[in-house]
Every structure is written in structure tokens, then in C-alpha cells.
């Protein structure tokens, strides 16, 4: 049998988690807001970023946004040669675990609002915290 889809693949400018299989350090290069269609359907405004040496580009998400933003500030503008981290992984949906993308900034870079704090870690099964990471106090 043939699939349609083998005949007629689908050409987007957007990554999909398939396209980045490991830890992949990039450069943002640009941005733009496009209206793009929600899972659910609806049409919404995203951000979309570039990068450097990449042709796809990346939508965001308010989670993938927001960790950039605590790193290099609420102005886009500002995130324009900074890097990022992308790397697979999988989220929960209301359909159950799914693979995606998501973003964290290298080690070392300081945080917009207080530069002279380091960011908070990210940690996840690839970075787990030690037991020296735990500055709660107690």
C-alpha cells in the first residue's frame, strides 16, 4: 500500500520533536509572532524563534517561552544572539505522555533581573540535582 503522506509529505518550518535527538546548543537569531493552530484547533498567536545554523524554527510554548524569559528578560528583542538549549523529552497531555521539545539555557548565563544571581538549575533525568544542590535550610 502507499500512503498519501509518502507521496505528499508534509513541508513545515517548524521543528518537530523527531528533529532534535540530543542536547543541541543554538543561537536564537530572530523572532516573529505568527497566528498558528492550537492542538485544539483554534488559531492563536505564538512566538516563533530562529536560529543559527538550524533552517527549522521553533514555536513556543508558554512553558519553553517563560524559561527563556527568566534567563534573558521579557523583551524579545533581548533574546537575539543569546543561546539556548534544546533537547527531547516527553510531557504529559490529556492524552497521555508525548514526546516534544524543550528549551534550558546553558550553565553560566546569568539571569535578566539580578545579574549578579545565577539561575535557578533545571534539572531533569539527564541533570539530576546532588545532594550539595538542596539550599533549602533545613
Known amino acids: 500500500m502507499v500512503k498519501f503522506t509518502d507521496i505528499y509529505p ?12 540530543d542536547d543541541t546548543e543554538v543561537t536564537i537569531t530572530g523572532y516573529e509572532i505568527r497566528n498558528l493552530k492550537t492542538f485544539k484547533g483554534d488559531v492563536k498567536p505564538f512566538t516563533v524563534l530562529s536560529f543559527a545554523g538550524l533552517e527549522k524554527e ?4 508558554f512553558g519553553t517561552g517563560d524559561k527563556i524569559k527568566q534567563a534573558y ?10 543561546k539556548i538549549i534544546l533537547f527531547p523529552d516527553k510531557v504529559r497531555t490529556p492524552d ?22 545565577p539561575l535557578i538549575p533545571s534539572y531533569d533525568e539527564r541533570n ?9 535550610g533545613y
Do not use: F, Y
Open 10 to 21: 508534509a513541508i513545515s518550518t517548524l521543528l518537530k520533536p523527531g528533529d532534535i535527538t
Open 73 to 82: 528578560g521579557d523583551e524579545q528583542d533581548e533574546w537575539i544572539g543569546k
Open 58 to 61: 521553533l514555536r513556543l510554548n
Open 128 to 136: 539530576p540535582p546532588t545532594d550539595n544542590d538542596d539550599d533549602s
Open 96 to 117: 497521555g505522555m508525548k514526546d516534544s521539545i524543550q528549551v534550558r539555557v546553558p550553565a553560566g548565563w546569568r539571569s535578566k533581573k539580578d545579574p549578579q544571581k
